[in-house]
Every structure is written in C-alpha cells, then in structure tokens.
C-alpha cells in the first residue's frame, strides 16, 4: 500500500495518468487465448497456475492481453450502472470518498456526484479511456466541485492486488466483475482482503460481483455440472472486406453458490449482506469491529 497523509495518488490535471513504466502488453492473436488440449483432444480451461509466478502469467495472457486488445470495443457495450451497484453509491453519504478497484471504462465514477470516488484498472487502455470519457461525461459540475473540490475525476492503473492507496483510508470501495479474473483461490482471497484492508474499521463497506456458476436460464447456459474454470469469447467483428472476425479467450473464475462468501470470510472479512443478480453473486463486506 502507498503511505503519505493523503488516501489519493497524484494525479495529472492535464492529461491522463501516466503508465508505469513496463513492457506494453501485445494484443494477443486470437488463437493465444484459447483452450489447452488435452491428451484425449478435449479443451482444458482450467488455469495452469501451482506458483503465484505461473498465475500472474496466465492472467497475462488470458485476461491482460486480451483487455489490452479489445478496450474500445468492450467500452463501447459498458455504459448503464447495474441498479444494485449504483444504489450502494448513492446511499453513501455527502462527501465519502470511494474506490472502484476494476472501474473498466469508468462508468460508476460520477453516479454520484456527491462522493469522491477514485477509480483504477489493471488496463492502461481503459484507464486511458475512463478518463477521456469521464472528462466529457454531462455531470452537475457544482456538485461535484463540492464533494471533490475541483471536479476532476482521478482514475489509475493499478493492480488490484497491490492497491496505491493507505490502509483504511476510504469509507467504501466497489469491485465490479473482477475478482473473478483472477486464476487461483489465494489470489481471489488476496484481492478481497486487499479491498477490506482499503476501508476504515467501524464503517467502511465493500461491495464485490462476480460471475455466477449457476446460469441455466441465460444464453451462456452454465449450472452447478459445469466447470468452474473456463474460458469466455469476445468477438471483434470487422466490416465486410477487413479480414476475418478476430476471437480473443478471456479467463473466468464461475463463482459457486455460497463461495464467495467463504472467499470473504477467508479474507479476513464480516459478511452484511449477499445475493444473486442477473447472473452475479455479490457481497457487501466490512471488516471485523
């Protein structure tokens, strides 16, 4: 975690928050994230990660890459706030302060006007295009003046397990279809007790979502038989006479009934409230008082 007086990295006023310094992730070509074979020619989705060292370059491959690739294209489907996350931002009170760990294309930062809500993404091509959308966003500017002081919207690359900001600092945090990105149970845990850590004791809450196992009635048609880890398609369709579609492979952790729960709980956390929504589990966490 960064220490200082203030719970908020620097930010440049003029221009976008600068990538640190690190070799640019290549857009995958769209045979790279498909499934292993196995030695029966069937599909292995599951992540190859015994090591910390294995997982981070999986999730690379798998998941980085790809949304280094298809930014723009998945930004142009993310702009309505789901109800249930945009009522946990509304309720907080005048003048919190918030992080979106995972915000993707910023969408939930100005939902309310009257917090403060930080924003970071492990991709520097939607934190690029968060913060271009959010600058041009119609917002009640007096509003947000108020509650933030100048404005401005702050949005950074950051990993989600090692979040730029002190320890209980902020009154809440959200992290919306992230987690379960992520390719091993110890990082799962290590990312939800990273966003527990983030809150102040006493009153600070945590709303996560991740993608449900069970989805018998929608299109994907996942239920409690299928497996757990797997592989998702995002397809980049070009106009006529460009070249073929392109497939990328990102990588799903289907969260079980009941699991993330006992993934907050592992962390470290005190479970207030959880359901199921339109394919998502979800949790409002706290730490222990």
């Known amino acids: 975690m960064a220490s200082g007086s203030s719970a908020m990295p620097a930010a440049d006023k003029d221009g976008p928050p600068a990538v640190p310094s690190q070799p640019h992730l290549q857009p995958p070509a769209p045979q790279q994230g498909r499934r292993s074979e196995t030695a029966d020619g069937s599909q292995d989705a599951s992540a190859p990660a015994s090591t910390a060292a294995q997982a981070e370059t999986y999730e690379a491959a798998h998941v980085h890459a790809v949304y280094e690739a298809i930014a723009p294209h998945f930004s142009s ?27 993707g ?8 006007p009257a917090v403060y809500l930080m924003g970071s993404d492990r991709s520097a091509a939607l934190v690029r ?22 404005g401005e919207v702050e949005v950074v690359v950051a990993d989600g397990l090692v979040l730029p900001y002190r320890r209980s600092a902020v009154d809440f945090a959200i992290c919306i279809a992230v987690i379960h990105h992520l390719s091993t149970p110890a990082r799962r845990r290590e990312a939800i007790a990273a966003l527990l850590e983030s809150v102040r004791p006493g009153g600070g809450r945590v709303l996560v979502y991740v993608w449900a ?21 995002w ?18 952790h289907l969260y079980r009934k009941g699991e993330l729960e006992a993934d907050v709980e592992a962390a470290g956390g005190v479970v207030e409230d959880s359901g199921y929504e339109k394919d998502n589990w979800w949790v409002i966490c706290s730490q222990p008082s």
């Open 213 to 233: 196992l069970e989805q018998a009635s929608s299109r994907r048609g996942w239920d409690e038989s299928s497996d757990q880890d797997t592989l998702v398609s």
């Open 129 to 150: 295009l968060a913060w271009a959308i959010q600058r041009k966003s119609p917002v009640d500017e007096a509003a947000v003046a108020a509650a933030t002081g100048n």
């Open 235 to 252: 397809v980049m369709r070009k106009p006529k006479g460009q070249g073929p579609d392109e497939t990328y492979q990102r990588y799903y």
């Open 77 to 103: 489907t993310r702009h309505k706030p789901w109800p249930r996350v945009a009522q946990f931002l509304t309720a907080q009170r005048p003048g919190s302060v918030g992080i979106d760990v995972g915000c």
């Open 105 to 112: 294309n910023g969408k939930y930062l100005r939902v309310n």
